[in-house]
């Protein structure tokens, strides 16, 4: 497994999740990541955007499978507005977290502060979230598994990293 890259702020951190189209697994590891933080106490020290590589979608709300997954789980999705990745956020963020292969080629692949956001999945490290979108409902529920254990592993090593606040 990965270790996210230390914070530029100290006591701070900036996190970006990029898929797609940014309607279906970066909202939903968006939403998730910012639930298990706000449990774990560092909603306020930890920042969460998720984008889309591609800008068909901007403005749109999340896909409605991706949405009623969430709320059946007890998530609260209706925040969400698809964004545009920016090139800048590599420079932005503390860490950018893409989905799978191809959205890594397309921000520009790996780096200090790139990685994929299963490289912190604990039973599958490095591993691809694969995109539901052209398949069942299984399909979301399946990603949903895969986000809600990486992600809780993203928010124990942040609390690790972060320690208590000053």
């Known amino acids: 497994m990965h270790r996210l890259p230390e914070p530029r702020t100290p006591g701070r951190y900036r996190v970006a999740v990029v898929c797609l189209g940014n309607i279906c697994r970066s909202p939903m590891a968006h939403v998730v990541l910012e639930s298990r933080l706000a449990d774990a106490g560092l909603d306020d020290r930890v920042e969460v955007v998720s984008a889309g590589t591609g800008g068909w ?6 896909d409605r499978r991706a949405a009623a997954t969430l709320s059946a789980a007890g998530y609260d999705p209706s925040r969400h507005r698809a964004r545009q990745y920016d090139a800048a956020w590599p420079d932005a963020y503390d860490v950018v977290l893409v989905m799978d292969e191809t959205n890594l080629a397309d921000v520009g692949g790996r780096s200090e502060r790139v990685q994929m956001f299963r490289d912190h999945d604990p039973e599958d490290p490095g591993g691809e979230v694969p995109d539901p979108y052209y398949g069942g ?17 993203i928010a124990a090593e942040l609390a ?3 320690g208590d606040p000053a």
């Open 160 to 162: 690790d990293a972060l």
């Open 57 to 62: 979608h901007v403005g749109d709300p999340m």
């Open 137 to 153: 409902d299984d399909g979301f529920e399946e990603v949903l598994a895969m986000v809600e254990r990486t992600s809780d592993a």
